[in-house]
């Protein structure tokens, strides 16, 4: 399992669901205001618009707070916000991409550095880890949405390059370019997926020592608390007894 899948399960078994799903809003309110401000109020012609709402439903959010987010892109009042990527290294040399909009890229690149700083790790230059992640179109069904043989025969004709089926659900990959066409095809097929969107997929995954795993998961938890922070991908991986007391902790 990838360090960021971990952090999540472990965040909602502390309790935390709350606060999380406020990050959560507040995350995609901020994309959908971008991406509707960007390429226009009308999903239909906005690729970009459509995904973000798509994740939005995904995760429960009101259709008043989405219609709300993107209106606030056409009322003048949303601010300039520009999509900054942030790479560097945690404890152990493991890899971290950070994805971020921001309305200033030095109060949020300081908030970055800082975290780096704090929990053993730093930040370095654009490109530094990237080259060993995939930049690719992820999306996720529910395991009830299909059986694995016929998620695997509708990914086929939409056009998609891979599909993980397990207990869990299935998750589609396809080229990131793809990502909006893929994902309409088998929504049109399969209905909505669980989410859709562009992820970082490491090529090898750096496996970690408890203690390691531990700053690790401290520091991905304060990359996420940045406000300005969308998205954090990292390549550590721990093994399950490792993973069971960590969660247990």
């Given at each position: 399992m990838a360090g960021h899948s971990q952090f999540k399960n472990i965040m909602h078994k502390k309790g935390r669901q709350d606060k999380i799903r406020s990050?959560?809003?507040?995350?995609l309110s901020r994309e959908l205001t971008v991406a509707?401000?960007?390429?226009?109020?009308?999903?239909?012609?906005?690729?970009?618009?459509r995904l973000a709402i798509q994740n939005a439903r995904a995760e429960n959010m009101p259709k008043e707070t989405i219609e709300r987010a993107i209106k606030k892109a056409g009322g003048g009042e949303a601010d300039n916000f520009d999509s900054l990527r942030y790479e560097g290294y945690g404890p152990g040399g493991v890899a971290v991409i950070?994805?971020?909009?921001?309305?200033?890229?030095?109060?949020?690149?300081?908030?970055?550095?800082?975290?780096?700083t704090k929990h053993g790790g730093n930040l370095g230059a654009t490109g530094a880890v990237s080259h060993s992640f995939k930049h690719l179109g992820e999306i996720v069904y529910a395991a009830a949405a299909a059986s694995a043989d016929a998620m695997l025969d509708?990914?086929?004709?939409?056009?998609?390059?891979?599909?993980?089926?397990?207990?869990?659900?299935?998750?589609?990959?396809?080229?990131?370019?793809?990502?909006?066409?893929?994902?309409?095809?088998?929504?049109?097929?399969?209905?909505?997926?669980?989410?859709?969107k562009l992820v970082?997929?490491?090529q090898l995954m750096a496996p970690v020592d408890e203690d390691k795993a531990a700053t690790l998961l401290k520091l991905i938890a304060?990359?996420?608390?940045?406000?300005?922070?969308?998205?954090?991908?990292?390549n550590f991986e721990v093994d399950e007894a490792t993973m069971a007391k960590l969660t247990a902790a």
């Open positions: 990050k959560v809003f507040s995350k509707a401000k960007e390429g226009g109020p009308d999903p239909d012609g906005n690729s970009r618009l950070v994805e971020t909009l921001t309305d200033n890229r030095n109060r949020t690149g300081g908030e970055v550095r800082a975290a780096f509708a990914a086929i004709e939409a056009g998609a390059d891979d599909v993980i089926s397990d207990s869990h659900g299935h998750v589609v990959s396809c080229a990131f370019e793809s990502l909006a066409e893929v994902s309409h095809t088998l929504a049109a097929k399969l209905g909505e997926a669980q989410s859709v970082w997929r490491p304060a990359l996420e608390d940045i406000d300005d922070v969308q998205s954090v991908y990292s």
